[in-house]
């Protein structure tokens, strides 16, 4: 891989972090001991640009890896993953739903800057990521990176909108936001596993194909950095294993029928049990590409990051937290995020840093040497001064909007308005769960972070009515 230059790997590392702010009551423990972050000295810092494989959960709740507190999970790959770099305890999703995180995954921008940003989350083709904006994809590519997406989109459907449109050289998944895991029949009725823009049989567990398909993208002999998006649909709905064929071609023929979105939720079915099955057998899938990057060789110059798109649904664990997704409360959008880099970052480490999606697009943006479009802002801020040297950067805020909800957090503290339209004030540090109401004793305070949040609101596109 090429050097990076003085002049790009300068301003990368010397680009701004977000305040750390430790104390949080929601702090599972990982691994024997591990310890704050801390950065290295500068004389072991990386010199080439890294690949990125960046693994996106789908609806896997705060608590939900045994290294996160999950008391009846079992996850080793993943607890390794975070012995091995990482773990972070304040880190969010963009948005509490599925379409808009990865929006601002893709974009480093709120998801309402976007007219599909706007579908909470996207389920139709009219609505998607419009070509012409600038991604992590298309941007890193122009930096000279091979760029593939394998699994999940969810950010619009062919013939206008489709990774491939979008930067990404590669693509091998599924369109939408949830499919029938064996005969691939999605939220729009039809088949929806595609390479390219070509539908692709293959009637096995999802999960295993795009398992395989991650294996043989890593061990490919790359002649340049690479960008690898693999986004999971585990564990979301239907509530599906390997060993649950029968069911799954129930709901197949469900689908067929007209039922679609009513099977694909599949209330009548899932428990803790069969979602414990699932995220273990994620833990699984993710483990067989890590030691397939091991066996490469690229392991050490590869930047791995795990996170999922939003809190969890029924069947996930989430305690301390309240709520889950779609919801702005913590159990909606703070979800286990981890990252790994052995020739950057030291082991069994810790970080209660605040951030979100659109600042991994910032992150990775300027670890690979590429420049954000100026005619796009982001709003994502690049962690790579805080993890290269340690640095920080004065207190920003955390924004979020849903319909019926808002929130924004500051440091310790969170504006929260419910779909009541009702106003809240919290201390995350020492109220995590959003228990005690601190509206009516910090009047000026609550006014202030709901200034902050309408202020942010405004440059933003309004909701269709």
Known sequence: MPEISRRVFGGLVGGGAVMAVAGTSATASATPGERPFRSRPAALRPRTRPNVLFILADDLGWADLSSYGAPHIRTPNLDRLAAQGIRFTNAYSGSATCSPTRFSLYTGRYPGRTAGGLAEPIGSRTQGLDPSHPTLASLLKKAGYATALIGKWHCGWLPDYSPTKSGWDEFFGNFGGALEYFSKLGQLGDYDLYEGDATYKDLRYYTTVLTERAVEYVTRDHDRPWLLNLNFTTPHWPWLTEDDQETAAEIAAEIRSGNVLGALLHNDGGS????????????ASVGKVLAALRRSGQEENTVVVFASDN????????????????????????????????AGIDARQVSHLPLYSPDWTATLLDLGGARPDPAYPLDGHSLAGYLLRGEQVPERDLFWRVRGNRALRRGDWKYYRDANGRDHLYNLATDAREQADLAADRPALLAQL????????TGLLPYPA
Do not use: C, H
């Open 311 to 342: 809190g969890g649904e029924r069947f996930s664990y989430q305690w301390p937290l309240s709520g889950g997704k779609s919801r702005l409360l913590e159990g909606g959008i703070r979800v286990p995020t981890i990252l790994r880099w052995p």
């Open 450 to 457: 709901k200034a902050a949040w309408e202020k942010i609101d």
């Open 272 to 283: 803790v049990e069969k979602y414990k099955e699932m995220v273990e057998n994620l833990d």
